[in-house]
């Protein structure tokens, strides 16, 4: 797969988020896929994002930064949204905040088999 091919599969799962097609994330996920370190498989990853969409709700990724260098990607993601209650632990209750989130993904077999990611929670105290 080259570079391109990569980042255009990438921003296809991107769509997929947004759109919340969570019938199509196979598509883009592979089965044993692990979040910093943590097995969740296919199931608990899309519960994650199933949650992340019920905490949020006008949750939507922007991709700021994207580089792909088989079999990795590295993304910035940027977002604008209301969360409910506490986000991150902190009490956003659903005021507008603005942050990124830094992450790499792994892919096995076309799919995204590993992410690591990193929410700028410094943003969203400062904004509180």
């Not at 896929?33 to 922007?62: K, T, W």
């Not at 209750?93 to 990611?117: C, H, M, P, Q």
Request: glycine share 8%; hydrophobic share 40%; charged share 25%.
């Amino acid at each position: 797969m080259t570079r391109d091919d990569l980042a255009n599969l990438y921003r296809g799962y991107i769509d997929c988020l947004n759109a919340q097609d969570w019938s199509s994330l196979g598509r883009f996920v592979h089965d044993d896929v692990e979040h910093n370190g943590r097995r969740l498989g296919l199931a608990g990853y899309r519960e994650m994002l199933e949650q992340d969409y019920l905490a949020i709700p006008d949750l939507h990724f922007a991709i700021e930064l994207l580089t792909a260098d088989p079999p990795h990607v590295a993304s910035r993601l940027r977002f604008d949204c209301t969360p409910r209650g506490k986000f991150l632990g902190l009490p956003v209750n659903g005021r507008r905040v603005t942050f990124a989130e830094n992450v790499f993904y792994a892919y096995l077999d076309a799919k995204i088999v590993g992410v690591w990611s990193v929410i700028d929670k410094a943003a969203v105290e400062a904004q509180l």
